[in-house]
């Protein structure tokens, strides 16, 4: 079952420098009991669409067009009860940095519970603080009956980052929104987080959307994975047809850029820097980057590209063909 989708959605901001277009177009779909992975460099527009799906992009100078569905239902913002309804019991988030989003003068078992009593009015706190407790032991938190009482300051930023899931874990929500979980985390932190979310996942049921720059990640623990570049999604797929065969050029640059056990000399960045989004222009936004762009009747710097199913699998943003895109991909390899 579709436990999320999202259709054709578009936030754009309006501020002094004139519009800002975060997010185009963007239209995917999370099933139940999956992990979607989002990647793009900073700036492509993952952690705005996240944000447009827990309604915390609501704003007078802030445009939102296109649907969002949860469980086959429109979300409607307008409706505020619904919303915060949804936001924290069905859905819930964790965001990258964990120290900024936990209260320094209030205890991590009381923000545990304050997210539980939000959605459970008849409960007393003595009951929530229990099932904080019960939260932070299933997140993995040392001594967790003796911690409650403790504040965020006192602990590390991998045990801050696991409050962060007990907080968002203790309603049982059917879906999880990771934005970059594991940014500010050494790479050994990483990987328990990492572990946690998969084997929550697993033990739970719950689908989790998983945001992030790093296609390491997603090769760990994704089972489909759309690619943002400009705030528009350039590729989709399985992560297995991603990984085996990438369609659209960003998503080479990403994979090559990733540091391989066979091979840990031969790292390739992608040229230039991601666009400024207030100033797009007509034609396919990697175009600058893009080594293909140019080549002789390929209007990519006249058009953008719709995204299209490439050979009956994953969809990809990108003129090629397919019979040219290989005799490239031969050619740079």
């Not at 901001?13 to 900073?42: D, H, M, N």
């Not at 919303?83 to 940095?97: C, N, P, S």
């Not at 879906?175 to 033990?203: N, R």
Request: hydrophobic share 40%; glycine share 8%.
């Amino acid at each position: 079952m579709n436990l999320l989708r999202v259709e054709n959605l578009t936030v754009d901001f309006q501020l002094t420098e004139g519009r800002v277009p975060a997010v185009r177009g963007v239209s995917f779909e999370i099933s139940s009991g999956k992990i979607l992975g989002c990647v793009g460099e900073s700036g492509s527009g993952k952690s705005v669409t996240a944000q447009t799906i827990m309604g915390l992009t609501q704003a007078e100078n802030v445009s939102i067009s296109g649907e969002i569905s949860f469980m086959d239902a429109p979300i409607v913002f307008s409706d505020k009860k619904a919303i915060r309804r949804l936001r924290g019991h069905e859905i819930a988030m964790i965001f990258q940095d964990p120290l900024s989003s936990l209260h320094p003068y209030y205890s991590v078992g009381s923000q545990i519970a304050e997210s539980y009593l939000a959605h459970h009015k008849g409960s007393s706190k003595r009951e929530a603080m229990q099932e904080a407790l019960k939260a932070m032991i299933q997140v993995g938190i040392p001594e967790a009956e003796s911690r409650l009482k403790d504040y965020p300051h006192q602990f590390s930023g991998g045990m801050r980052q696991r409050i962060m899931i007990a907080m968002a874990l203790v309603n049982k929500p059917k879906l999880l929104i990771a934005d970059e979980p594991t940014t500010a985390l050494d790479v050994t932190v990483q990987a328990q987080i990492l572990d946690l979310l998969t084997k929550l996942q697993k033990e739970t049921g719950m689908a989790i959307l998983l945001i992030t720059h790093d296609f390491g990640v997603v090769r760990e623990v994704c089972d489909d994975v759309i690619v943002m570049y400009a705030g528009r999604v350039v590729e989709s797929g399985s992560a297995d047809q991603i990984f085996a065969n990438p369609s659209h050029p960003y998503t080479r640059g990403l994979l090559s850029s990733l540091v391989s056990g066979e091979d840990q000399e031969r790292l390739t960045p992608i040229p230039g820097s991601p666009p400024v989004l207030s100033e797009l222009s007509e034609g396919c936004s990697f175009a600058p980057r893009c080594s293909w762009a140019g080549l002789e009747g390929m209007p990519c710097f006249n058009r953008e590209p719709e995204l299209q199913i490439v050979e009956g699998r994953a969809a990809s943003a990108c003129f090629m063909d397919s019979d040219l895109r290989e005799i490239f991909f031969v050619e740079e390899k």
